[in-house]
């Protein structure tokens, strides 16, 4: 039993359960996460759950981090506190990310579950480098089979050539033979076999040539996204618009916002998690009532 406990608690103390309450309190205000730590997760919103799963990743200490996503939901500042602490990381680290710059910053290797080609492959150098090996790797696969591919049908093509003539030598052989004939006729058919004889026998050495060929399996076609937007007609210039808009989500108000958006406008919204960035695109949507203003 005292072995048991002195494990546990040594567990415990490298896992930081200390001075666990001291750094969460520091975490989450550092995050500003704003709400207690005893409340439960079902009652935040997404903002407020995004920073709640940062800090408990900046809060652990394991020997392997395995991170699925992780820059889902996470504001700017959230970003860079993530990316700073993966760079940090002296533990094994592994991640599953679609967030290229996320990826360029912080992973020294990159092993690719290549679907198409049916192959996983480790790549290192970082995620820059990769992208440069990969479409190394790629040319080159192909001219090698295209190479392969070449040589394969020039020896074909030879091989067809040589056996067509075989055949071409012993039907004219034949035929010479049916026509009947003396000695001359005799030595020349003899000659004619013995020609037909050699292309047959250069023919089956071509095949052998083919047999040795070290087969190069052509490389699967690359899997393309391909997406097609319906053309919507357009409404007009102004495409949606807030006048002194104001949305009240209990303790939080949204405004007031002046905002038009016009065609062919891009905007981004950019803003800390929580911040109401999706409650304005609510209200530019007109999904949500407007306490105040107009849309």
Known sequence: ADDAYAASLERWLALGGADLDER????ADSLGLG????Q??????????????????????????????????????G??????????????????????????RTVTKVLELDLAQQQINLYGGGYDAYLEERDTSRRHAREEYEEYADKKAALQSRAQMQRSWADKGVKNARRKARSG??????????????ASEKQAAKARQT???????DVVEEPRKEWELRMEIAAAPRSGAVVASLRDAEVHRGSFTLGP???????????AI??????????????????????????
């Open 35 to 38: 709400v207690s730590l005893d």
């Open 207 to 213: 095949q052998r040539m083919i047999e040795r060929l």
């Open 270 to 295: 950019t803003g800390a998690n929580g911040s109401g960035k999706s409650t304005l695109l609510a209200a530019l949507l007109g999904r949500v009532p407007l306490d105040e203003g107009h849309a």
């Open 181 to 194: 004939g003396g000695d001359n006729d005799k030595i020349g058919r003899n000659f004619r076999a013995d």
């Open 40 to 77: 439960p997760m079902t009652s935040l919103s997404g903002g407020q759950a995004a920073r709640a799963g940062l800090a408990s990743l900046l809060l652990s200490r394991y020997d392997v981090f395995l991170l699925d996503e992780p820059t889902n939901d996470l504001d700017l500042a």
């Open 257 to 267: 916002v002046t905002l038009q958006i016009d065609w062919a406008d891009r905007v």
């Open 79 to 104: 970003l860079e506190r993530l990316e700073s602490f993966v760079r940090g990381l002296r533990a094994g680290t592994v991640v599953v990310s679609h967030d290229r710059e996320f990826l360029t």
């Open 24 to 27: 969460a309190e520091e975490t």
